[in-house]
């Protein structure tokens, strides 16, 4: 099975709110959700489900990407009172009989994989998070730490990327640079 995996999108659905605008300022974020779902369409194509580690925003987000497969998603520090109220802080998520960690991050990017990995036990193979913006993908001991970094934003990172997770024998880890 391969999952699509993606945080930070800080993008909003149609229409100008001040969250729309502070986004825009803050996080210089000029794609809109249909270009968005264009630049994902070649790699989340075939998922069998997308995991959103927080920072949505809005839950037009979401929805977009239930175009591809169903979706899984925590909320993040950002996200609006909708997201919320539809999705947890944290979640650990069964595929193909694996356990998938799900959490979006908090403070600051250093020392975030080690923060994260204490919020679950030791029964979860992989701990996707976001928060960061920057892409990681590394094990500690047998849990493999994931970051997919941002898809939208490029003021804390080289560059925008999502990942893949692909759960064969083993799990493997891609991040996917946009």
Known sequence: MKIGV???????GPGLSMRKV???LIYTTNETLEQLQQILQPHFSGVGLILHAGDAVDLAVLEMLESFAPVRAVVGNMDSS???SRW???DVVEAEGR???LIHGWGSPDGLPERVLESFDPS???IVFGHSHRSYCQKNGKVLLFNPGSATDRRFAPYRSVGLLHLEDKIRGEIVRL
């Open 124 to 126: 979860v193979e992989v």
């Open 82 to 84: 909708q997201v919320r």
């Open 99 to 101: 356990r998938i960690g």
């Open 22 to 24: 502070t986004s825009k």
């Open 88 to 90: 947890p802080e944290r």
């Open 6 to 12: 993606i945080s930070d999108t800080h993008l909003t």
